[in-house]
């Protein structure tokens, strides 16, 4: 019933939307004769962007393989130019720099991670690298160094993070290769995956984007798309599920980003990617195949010879709710469009559950609301049946965070499991994913959500340790890291007994930035994201 009520309503957004229009909110291109100085006409340098928040302020991140590799700053909002990035120390592989790429938390509008690539044929030989600029004027830090793979890889680079996971990706040109370099912590170290694609080789400028929601599933799944080839659906393992439509997609594009965060029906998922053949971009709404329709394109960019069928696209959600393409198309230039109509509705941006004296409590934390109505909360002990326990009023529509939090003082020892039933002013509802916690078995450690957060200088984090006779006088150690996995500082480091504790961390004599705090006792070990926004 739930998956006939989903493909009904997508289909319904889908002709609502058909032929839609972009409007244009800057364009330097051979179209308007207004290329810019760095841009050449004959040369097909550029070859990938990226969009992040650096400072608050909306930036495109622009490769450029002038004499040296660069790396050129722009005002996401106009295309004005603001600099470049520090390159000193990248090196290595037919291209010193590829491809860039940042996907950081959407909810954290000030998230650092701008990353780029190397290209190399084969990484035993040259090694394949990623690196890191943590500020606009920090120097570039490998984050991934492989000598393994024996294929041509960086052509392409997709970033996809969220509070908990990271996946680097890129696929391998002319081959079957999709290499997914990934993390569960959502820090370093990154563990390196290859998959095998299940059916055939893939072509040229080869793409491949990663999201944890594959049609109407959970778990994840992979995008790819190259020369000559329509938009493909994977499965984790590489097994071949749908192909895009050519109605609704073209064989002859390359770069894809793929978005969906998990209320499949109402978020809206799509992907753009880069047609070499208009010099311009596409955006499709997708749930996967055969859920799919073509919202529209952008202007063509310019008539040039890109004999390399180079470019690359971007998206970002601006002021929370106004989705904006951007598209390099090789030497034909660079442009912006807003996509009037589609808004981001209610963002669940976190999620948790932890034990306290007894008592369940849950708290989440929304990105950006609209229409909502508000939040039941559901409780089950199985995983399968679920009950309505309590209902907590939403704020509207809202472009703000907003916190939230719920006490469910009725358990006893055993597992249970929790999920939100978002529900808008005309009665359409989403679900989210569940939380599960354990009340009285072996691991009922907590670790809060550090308060306040964003936080400047200074925030306070609290922890539980279990009051069981086998964890008494437990070694306790709590530590801060930064976005590489280097450690800050040790706050705590001594045996505790049972209780509830909290801790101060200051962070005046640090940067701006992400930072990881993570509480270890026994075999328990559970890490947090907090931001430090001065």
Not at 399 to 404: A, F, N
């Amino acid at each position: 019933m739930k998956r006939i009520k989903l493909i009904l309503c997508v289909l319904t957004f889908f002709q609502i939307n058909l032929n839609a229009q972009f409007v244009r909110i800057w364009e330097k291109s051979d179209a308007l004769n207004n290329l810019p100085s760095w841009f050449s006409s004959t040369e097909t340098r550029e070859r990938g962007i990226a969009f992040s928040n650096f400072d608050g302020i909306p930036k495109l991140y622009v490769i450029s393989n002038l004499a040296q590799p660069t790396v050129i700053i722009l005002d996401a909002m106009t295309g004005d130019s603001l600099g470049t990035l520090n390159t000193e120390g990248v090196e290595g592989g037919l291209l010193f720099l590829s491809d860039i790429s940042s996907r950081a938390d959407p909810w954290i509008y000030s998230s650092p991670g701008v990353y780029a690539c190397n290209l190399t044929n084969d990484a035993t030989t040259t090694h394949f690298k990623i690196y890191v600029w943590e500020t606009d004027t920090s120097s570039a830090q490998i984050v991934v160094e492989d000598s393994i793979s024996t294929f041509r890889i960086g052509d392409h680079l997709n970033l996809w993070k969220n509070w908990q996971n990271s996946h680097y990706v890129t696929v391998s040109s002319n081959n079957n290769k999709i290499v997914d370099y990934h993390s569960d912590t959502g820090i370093p170290p990154l563990t390196r995956k290859e998959i095998t694609l299940s059916d055939t080789n893939t072509g040229s400028n080869v793409s491949v984007d990663y999201n944890w929601v594959y049609p109407f599933i959970y778990g994840g799944g992979y995008i790819v798309n190259s020369d000559g080839f329509l938009p493909k659906f994977y499965d984790t393992l590489g097994v071949f599920q749908s192909v895009s439509d050519s109605s609704v997609a073209s064989a002859s594009s390359n770069s894809i980003k793929y978005h969906a965060n998990g209320t499949i029906c109402c978020d809206l998922p799509f992907y753009v990617s880069y047609q070499y053949d208009e010099n311009n971009a596409a955006l499709v709404l997708s749930t996967g195949p055969p859920w799919e329709s073509l919202w529209g394109e952008t202007p063509s960019l310019g008539n040039n010879l890109n004999l390399e069928n180079y470019g690359d696209v971007e998206y970002a959600w601006i002021e929370w709710n106004k989705l904006y393409i951007f598209v390099l198309s090789g030497n034909n230039g660079i442009g912006a469009y807003y996509a009037p109509g589609l808004a981001l509705p209610v963002e669940l941006s976190s999620f948790t559950a932890t034990i306290i004296k007894g008592e369940v409590i849950l708290k989440w934390q929304t990105a950006t609301e609209t229409n909502n109505f508000g939040f039941e909360v559901e409780k089950s002990s199985n995983n399968l049946n679920f009950e309505n326990i309590g209902f907590i009023p939403g704020f509207g529509t809202t472009t703000e965070p907003k916190s939230y939090s719920f006490i469910d003082p009725n358990v006893v020892s055993g597992n249970y499991y929790y999920r939100l039933k978002q529900i808008d002013y005309d009665g359409t509802f989403e679900y989210s994913e569940i939380v599960q916690v354990n009340y009285g078995g072996l691991l009922t450690f907590s670790l809060d959500q550090n308060y306040p957060n964003p936080f400047n200088p200074s925030t306070k984090i609290k922890y539980e340790i279990p009051g069981q006779a086998r964890y008494d006088n437990t070694l306790v150690t709590l530590k801060v890291y930064d976005i590489l996995g280097n450690e800050i500082t040790t706050l705590v480091n001594e045996e505790k007994p049972a209780g509830e504790y909290d801790v101060e961390f200051n962070g005046t004599n640090l940067p701006s930035g992400l930072y990881f705090y993570q509480l270890k006792a026994g075999e328990y070990s559970e890490t947090k994201k907090m931001l430090l926004l001065k």
